[in-house]
């Protein structure tokens, strides 16, 4: 089941992911280290992001780790 999510990125390399419209936090992952978040992607069958950093990482996150 997929519920609409609200994702974004932080200036200090966090990706939040807040349940919508509730607005409540459902995951904070550490994806860089003082880095920011420059882009993020979701995958057409909404099983995976892929985050770009600031620090050159490129980072995919699955939904068994953290897309809920």
């Known amino acids: 089941m997929h519920i609409d999510k609200l994702v974004y990125g932080t200036e200090k390399g966090f990706i939040i992911l807040r349940s919508l419209p509730s607005m409540v936090r459902i995951r904070k992952l550490v994806v860089a280290t003082n880095s920011p978040v420059l882009s993020i992607l979701v995958s057409p069958d909404r099983r995976f992001l ?16 953290a897309l809920g």
């Open 50 to 65: 892929h985050v770009g950093c600031g620090d050159g990482g490129l980072i995919v996150i699955t939904e068994r780790n």
